[in-house]
């Protein structure tokens, strides 16, 4: 079901850029990583897993995987932030890192797409198998959000007592146009000039003939990167045949646990009107939208020196519900 969010903007950072691009900077949490971890891949590949405690099977305690936005890592402000919030509520949280975002280029030249669930997969099977006690949760931002719907969806009987999916781009076409208009256009030359470093860098260690460096720094927006690297790479015709496959907004209707799925109206990365077409919701999604927030922002407070970001209050309100 559709719901309205409680969530109020600070008086002073009611702008929906203004929240996006100044969450990343008022948040100044440190890292409260204590171990990271190389978890090697079934295909060869590898990728990095950051604890904020390592699991202790005499004391279990639910673990919260959480999984970040495109070309975000551990230091991204919503990580660190959400960190916190589960420290507080002694929890444990680990980030899995997609292929090649923490920092050392992963072995193979595809990396991550916006719906590829191979390796949450693996790693939640890590999980059962080596933390049998614990209990699970899982929580995505942004693209790791859209990862979070299908994975719910395509493994219902997952171990994960609840989940959240939060500013997700349900609608990856309308996620690509959005970023494509106005002042939005600065965040797609934001992530564009990050993946495109990280392709060039991947390049020199796996070349391949269909694919030059030439053209790679030629492409001027995300569509057209998804339309040279990430499909093909991935198996897809067309960066329209991936947006059409994997958009999260498919998958709604399939998740079986109480998954919290957050959208701002005023998210700059999404289209609103197409998010929320949706013909199906799942019983068990409390699909919550809210009238500001920016992207991944949701700042509020009354006092600017003390900023309160909110997503510290509302994601473990809503894992603790099922969560016992």
């Not at 942004?142 to 979070?148: E, H, I, M, Q």
Request: aromatic fraction near 12%; proline fraction near 6%; charged fraction near 20%.
């Amino acid at each position: 079901m559709f719901h309205t969010s409680t969530f109020k903007p600070a008086w002073w950072l009611r702008n929906a850029h203004a929240q996006t691009i100044l969450a990343k900077y008022i948040q100044r949490s440190p890292s409260p990583v204590k171990h990271k971890e190389i978890l090697e891949l079934p295909d060869g590949d590898f990728t990095e897993i950051a604890w904020s405690e390592l699991p202790d099977k005499e004391a279990p305690k639910t673990i919260v995987v959480l999984l970040h936005g495109l070309a975000g890592c551990l230091y991204s402000h919503y990580v660190t932030s959400t960190f916190k919030a589960l420290k507080q509520q002694n929890c444990i949280g680990v980030l899995m890192h997609f292929r090649g975002c923490n920092g050392k280029p992963n072995r193979q030249l595809n990396a991550y797409h916006s719906g590829d669930t191979r390796d949450i997969t693996y790693f939640t099977h890590y999980l059962q198998k080596h933390y049998p006690e614990h209990k699970l949760a899982l929580v995505g931002f942004s693209l790791g959000a859209n990862v979070v719907t299908r994975y719910l969806a395509t493994t219902p009987n997952n171990p994960y007592l609840a989940a959240c999916a939060i500013c997700a781009p349900l609608d990856l076409a309308a996620c690509s146009d959005k970023l494509a208009m106005g002042f939005s256009k600065v965040y797609q030359r934001y992530l564009l000039n990050l993946l495109k470093t990280t392709t060039l860098a991947k390049l020199k260690l796996v070349p391949n003939e269909g694919i030059t460096a030439e053209k790679v720094s030629k492409l001027s927006t995300i569509r057209e990167l998804d339309d040279y690297l990430t499909a093909p790479l991935n198996g897809f015709n067309s960066a329209s045949d991936y947006y059409q496959q994997m958009s999260g907004k498919h998958y709604l209707a399939d998740i079986k646990q109480p998954c919290l799925v957050l959208h701002a109206k005023d998210d700059p990365f999404l289209e609103h009107r197409r998010v929320i077409d949706i013909e199906k919701l799942s019983d068990t999604v409390y699909f919550e939208i809210s009238q500001h927030g920016g992207h991944v922002g949701f700042i509020s407070g009354n006092n600017p020196f003390k900023p309160i970001f909110w997503l510290e209050q509302r994601i473990p309100e809503f894992l603790n519900q099922f969560i016992k």
